[in-house]
T-cell receptor, first 114, second 110 residues
Framework: DAEITQSPRHKITETGRQVTLACHQTWNHNNMFWYRQDLGHGLRLIHYSYGVQDTNKGEVSDGYSVSRSNTEDLPLTLESAASSQTSVYFC?????????????FGQGTRLTVV | GENVEQHPSTLSVQEGDSAVIKCTYSDSASNYFPWYKQELGKGPQLIIDIRSNVGEKKDQRIAVTLNKTAKHFSLHITETQPEDSAVYFC?????????FGAGTQVVVTP
């Protein structure tokens, strides 16, 4: 069965370190997204991609970067981790920007920056 | 996301009663409105969605209504059961990019 997986599920890192969260989907979806989830804020969009070599900033992109070298993967990098980036991160994918179809979410990565 | 307002933030209902969650949005170009359910420790999962050419959609105990003129849509859960306890998110989709409401914690008490 097709799926979307995130790794690691939990990560503790120190302030100032570079951290990369992995997201891999086997749906062959064009669209991929990264969200962070914080209490009282719901899911906020960090970065998104409509296809290979395409990346776009979301509403909370400062301090984060992504790259899309193939269809399956959209890794999220925190260039210099800050305590404000402690959060639960969700990756999602959907079929097409015009299809208005369901987004499928990974299980999440809980990141703690100490 | 600030473009989607969701109310209430918490909702406690007796088993068997109905639950209603309301959302408003601002982008008139939005034409797809999904609802997601998130259980503890898991990612959100789609439970129902509605497109802008439809005013209401039903799937067993859940239904969604959409008023495009007023830019609001609602989730209705009837005959609630303990397994309906979760966080529910509304969302709007404009050009394949989803904006989510802040979520509603629903607690169904036996």
């Amino acid at each position: 069965d097709a799926e979307i997986t995130q790794s690691p599920r939990h990560k503790i890192t120190e302030t100032g370190r570079q951290v990369t969260l992995a997201c891999h989907q086997t749906w062959n979806h064009n669209n991929m997204f990264w969200y962070r989830q914080d209490l009282g804020h719901g899911l906020r969009l960090i970065h998104y991609s409509y296809g290979v070599q395409d990346t776009n900033k979301g509403e909370v992109s400062d301090g984060y970067s992504v790259s899309r070298s193939n269809t399956e993967d959209l890794p999220l990098t925190l260039e210099s981790a800050a305590s404000s980036q402690t959060s639960v991160y969700f990756c999602a994918s959907s079929e097409s920007s015009t299809a208005n179809t369901e987004a499928f979410f990974g299980q999440g990565t809980r990141l703690t920056v100490v | 996301g600030e473009n989607v307002e969701q109310h209430p933030s918490t909702l406690s209902v007796q088993e068997g009663d109905s639950a209603v969650i309301k959302c408003t949005y601002s982008d008139s170009a939005s034409n797809y409105f999904p609802w997601y359910k998130q259980e503890l420790g898991k990612g959100p999962q789609l439970i129902i969605d509605i497109r802008s050419n439809v005013g209401e959609k039903k799937d067993q105990r859940i239904a969604v209504t959409l008023n495009k003129t007023a830019k609001h849509f609602s989730l209705h859960i009837t005959e609630t059961q303990p397994e309906d306890s979760a966080v529910y998110f509304c969302a709007e989709d404009s050009w394949g990019k989803f904006q989510f409401g802040a979520g509603t914690q629903v607690v169904v008490t036996p």
